[in-house]
């Protein structure tokens, strides 16, 4: 199932098409894209039968929004690919490095980025939605409380979150439009193998980014029993899986996102995010 928020009404997309769950199921399900929570395996079950008919608009990637766009949590996680860690010249992290992005960052999977210096930085990364609650979460288990996938992009100005020490994570990641997110926030039970997804960036048509969710140091089971032992994780939180190697802040010479680019982020299976930088009005 590919869940989608197409001007802020929730649907599915099949064969590149919107339907629309509240005006197809008669009222039955809800038409506010955070609202599919409660009622997921229903939708899912219903979903299955779904087949596009006259009058499925075709989706216009412009107007998709986030498909979990107002998460009551959204939980990042630091150098959670091995390669990060060595191109930053940091020790591999003990224990899964937590931070949070605000959710007021979140924006479309096609949505313009206000660039607010010029140290902006690219992250291409797996987002796992929760869909059930969550607390104190055995790692066996951990898969039962996922929703599925989206795309997410952490975009991060280098030049506010290191300016001063302790470096400001979580306010440097979180300006307008950070958090692109989607296209489409895909059900689990799509992949044959959740935890091995390709995922790649390119910055104004050359690769940046390229590498596979196998090589998470922190697996998602391992991340939802380290979190939820601490925090009750929600239907619809966030977890930001960090990004792998290939970053701007640590090439030489260093690389930043200028106005006028667009950042491609992508994961099989789920889809691209393709995001015009523009400069900050």
């Known amino acids: 199932m590919r869940i989608v928020n197409l001007d802020g009404r929730l649907g599915i997309e099949v064969k590149d098409r919107f339907i629309d769950l509240a005006t197809r199921s008669d009222g039955r399900f809800p038409s506010d894209p955070m609202a599919v929570f409660s009622v997921w395996e229903e939708v899912r079950s219903w979903a299955a039968d779904q087949t596009v008919v006259a009058g499925d608009p075709k989706i216009e990637l412009d107007r998709l929004g986030p498909p979990v766009p107002n998460p009551t949590q959204i939980f990042a996680i630091g150098l959670n690919y091995k390669d990060h860690a060595e191109e930053a010249g940091l020790p591999l ?35 796992v939605v929760i869909g059930r609650e969550a607390h104190a979460v055995p790692v066996a288990q951990a898969w ?4 599925g996938f989206c795309v997410g992009q952490d975009i991060s100005d280098r030049r506010l979150q290191f300016s001063d020490k302790p470096p400001q994570f979580s306010l440097g990641k979180s300006a307008t439009a950070f958090g692109p ?35 998470l140091i922190f697996s998602v089971p391992e991340l939802i029993e380290y979190i939820s032992a601490y925090c009750v994780l929600r239907p619809g939180d966030l977890i930001f899986t960090g990004t792998p190697g290939g970053v701007g802040s640590v090439r030489e010479p260093r690389r930043y996102l200028e106005a006028g680019e667009t950042i491609d982020s992508e994961i099989e299976g789920i889809g691209r995010l393709s995001n015009l930088c523009v400069a900050k009005g």
Request: proline share 9%; glycine share 4%.
């Open 93 to 127: 992290p003990k224990s899964p490095m937590v931070f949070t992005k605000f959710p007021s960052c979140l924006a479309g999977p096609h949505a313009e980025v206000p660039l607010t210096s010029d140290r902006v930085d690219w992250e291409v990364e797996q987002v």
């Open 144 to 147: 039962d409380f996922v929703a």
């Open 181 to 215: 997110l989607g296209p489409a926030l895909v059900s689990l039970d799509e992949f044959e193998a959740p935890d091995a997804l390709v995922l790649r960036c390119w910055v104004a048509g050359e690769q940046m980014q390229a590498s596979t969710t196998e090589n």
